[in-house]
């Protein structure tokens, strides 16, 4: 399997660039941040992304899609990851669409899918109901009631939840674990905007008897949401990998201008050891998101075991990139001022999102036999 772009992909890479750069630079997170904006997103901007066919990129083209695949969708996703973009692309392309694409039935993939791609709908996967990522836990209960269903639960950590249109939620009925899909502003549900610590949105959503409609068949839910995660654990990744490549590269360009001693800091032979060695942490992590989109691409028995890897190598290097940014900044780093705090704040999140570094490689372990 070749790890390098192909021509179509560096084109794309490249447009996302200079869109990105433009419209997304991180100047605006900090300005969404500091003005406490109720929706952590710029609907102008995420307006023209999805213009640019963005949104639509892993999905059919009879939905409205570009008919690519996550190999695409994970060279955008890395370009947004180096500015810090805030945008709902992983909460409603990877995560809601990847539910809808793969569990809905036909008329529901219409009707919901061409209003993704278009721009026109926002969605938010609901299933984390514990403190720590813990998918198998599922506690939130769908009552059957005149065709359709109630639902009664609590999930956390919702992505984007406050600001989608609909929410796709798992729950269990008698038929089993099945994903189903709630309205926002439904009778009974409510939703909590909860601000992390990198200023990305979550919420906490609380069910109390809302109306919702299967999602294609309940009973088939917790195989679904399975696949679901892998395929937004690597997005995520992709994500995770433009962050740990712009910490890196802002850095490099600070230890060659940065004067201490008479010198340029990057001729330090001790600084020059922990750059190289960080380097080989990022080409190992872009290797492996690399080779974890083209397996959901190509629909490899794999996309479990690289999902997991993918995810704890990112997790484990954005950290180190993050840390090794302020430290080799030095007190300059430290400050609001500087951007390179900001990289290590999302890190931190980023981690823990749909799963941290032990509990992927916990599950790698186990899915090798161990």
């Not at 997103?41 to 939905?63: N, S, T, V």
């Not at 999302?346 to 916990?362: K, M, Q, S």
Request: contains cysteine.
């Amino acid at each position: 399997m070749s790890l390098v772009l192909t021509e179509e992909q560096e084109l794309l890479r490249d447009t996302a660039r200079d869109f990105v750069q433009e419209n997304f630079p991180v100047k605006a997170f900090r300005e969404l941040r500091d003005a406490r904006d109720p929706d952590g997103f710029d609907r102008k901007r995420w307006a023209e992304l999805c213009e640019l066919g963005w949104a639509g990129i892993p999905f059919d083209e009879a939905y409205g899609g570009a008919g690519l695949g996550y190999a695409e969708l994970g060279v955008v996703l890395e370009e947004l990851g180096r500015t810090l973009a805030a945008t709902p692309l992983l909460a409603t392309v990877a995560l809601g669409g990847g539910a809808v694409a793969l569990a809905g039935n036909e008329t529901q993939k219409k009707e919901i899918l061409s209003e993704v791609c278009a721009g026109k709908r926002l969605l938010a996967l609901a299933f984390q109901e514990t403190l720590h990522f813990s998918p198998g836990v599922v506690e939130t209960t769908a009552v059957a009631d005149a065709g359709a269903f109630r639902l009664t639960g609590t999930k956390r950590f919702v992505l984007d939840g406050h600001i989608a249109h609909t929410l796709i939620v798992s729950a269990k009925s008698e038929k089993g674990v099945g994903l189903f899909l709630v309205d926002a502003g439904a009778e009974g549900l409510t939703i909590e905007r909860t601000n992390n610590v990198d200023s990305r949105n979550a919420a906490t959503v609380t069910l109390a008897g809302a109306p919702a409609q299967a999602l294609g068949d309940p009973a088939r839910g917790g195989q679904v949401l399975e696949v679901v995660l892998d395929q937004g654990a690597i997005a995520l990744s992709a994500e995770m990998l433009g962050g740990i490549q712009e910490s890196f590269d802002r850095t490099l360009i600070y230890l060659k201008e940065r004067d201490q001693f008479g010198a340029k800091i990057g001729s330090f032979q001790a600084l020059k050891h922990r750059a190289a060695d960080w380097f080989c942490e990022v080409e190992l992590a872009r290797s492996i998101v690399l080779q974890a989109l083209r397996a959901v691409d190509t629909g490899g028995d794999d996309v479990a075991k690289l999902a997991s890897a993918a995810k704890a190598r990112s997790s484990d290097v954005y950290l180190h990139s993050g840390e090794e940014g302020v430290q080799l900044f030095g007190g300059i780093g430290m400050t609001d001022e500087e951007d390179i705090g900001l990289y290590l704040k999302r890190a931190r999140v980023a981690e823990l999102t749909l799963g941290d570094g032990g509990y992927h490689r916990d599950r790698y372990a186990t899915l090798e036999g161990y």
